[in-house]
């Protein structure tokens, strides 16, 4: 067995999005290959309505998947083929856009205003690009629980885990996504299959990751008496850390303990051009999908 060490470590940054959602991005729109087969991740958790009550309004999508697990408050969401949901606290969404989709997602709070949340973006491969879009909604009753004997809680939303499947299937990179709690104090190791990307998401409490090169903590900008100063926040809130080649990975908490998303797919390894919502392999198929948009082609009828 080999521990995986920490390849990159990086604070989720600032983004407004949509049609102006303040939220945090922990990668997207930079180097692929750092986490193929995963696109883009979105920490959109906030307290304060007008920060994302105008939510993302119709918009494409195409060659991707996208993953949307909602932790407080609710995400109604609509699309060009006439499905209508409600995403509430614990719900998942796995969309997997294929050949085009329309869609919007509106976000509301719950009853203190909070609207907390993550929207991941996985590749599809070239030969998957084309197909026909599907939704998985899964409810926060049918996403298994386990709890080992030492308090470790881990929400199995995709993939197997602990001797226990998610109930997303059927996914393209053959994804582990798992929401992961450990104890105060207490040391954990998880295994990873060495074949697969890695990372994980750290929004809760604080830790350590073996072989990392320091804690958690990153420098970010907080008011202090009134005034903006970079510190070393050791909370591990808004954390990216991407692994390196292994099959294990070994967690150290907190004192608060450390809530995270573990995140594990299978690299698609081909060419990514990238235009917004629409993840195609060249530029000639971005440009064909413009022009679709623009000509109103872009949503094909079913075969």
């Not at 991005?25 to 991740?41: C, E, I, K, N, Y």
């Amino acid at each position: 067995m080999s521990i995986r060490p920490v390849r990159h470590e990086s604070a989720a940054v600032p983004h407004l999005e949509g049609a102006g959602v303040h939220l945090r991005r922990a990668f997207g729109f930079d180097d692929p290959s750092l986490t193929d087969p995963f696109l883009l991740f979105d920490d959109f958790r906030n307290e304060r309505p007008e920060n994302y009550l105008k939510g993302f309004p119709w918009h494409p999508h195409r060659g991707i998947e996208t993953i949307t697990y909602v932790l407080a408050g609710t995400v109604e969401h609509g699309d060009s083929l006439g499905n209508r949901g409600t995403l509430g606290a614990g719900d998942v969404q796995w969309m997997t856009a294929g050949r085009g989709i329309m869609h919007q997602e509106m976000p509301k709070g719950d009853a203190n205003g909070r609207m907390h949340g993550f929207q991941l973006w996985a590749n599809l491969p070239s030969s998957m690009k084309m197909t026909a879009p599907r939704y998985q909604d899964v409810s926060s009753a049918d996403i298994p629980v386990e709890v080992d004997d030492d308090g470790t809680a881990a929400r199995i939303i995709c993939g197997e885990f602990w001797g226990k499947r998610g109930p997303v299937d059927g996914i393209a990179a053959e994804p582990s996504y798992v929401d992961i709690s450990v104890p105060p104090g207490k040391r954990k190791t998880f295994k990873v299959d060495a074949y697969r990307s890695a990372f994980a998401y750290i929004f809760a409490g604080s830790g350590t990751f073996r072989d990392a090169s320091k804690p958690f903590g990153v420098l970010v900008e907080k008011e202090v008496e009134g005034e903006e100063i970079q510190i070393r926040d050791m909370s591990g809130d808004r954390t990216l850390v991407v692994f390196d080649t292994g099959d294990e990975i070994t967690v150290q908490a907190g004192d608060e303990g450390i809530r995270f998303l573990l995140v594990s797919g299978k690299p698609i390894r081909e060419p990514v051009a990238w235009h917004g919502p629409i993840v195609m392999n060249t530029r000639a198929e971005l440009i064909q999908a413009v022009t679709e948009l623009q000509n109103g082609t872009f949503i094909k009828p079913a075969a």
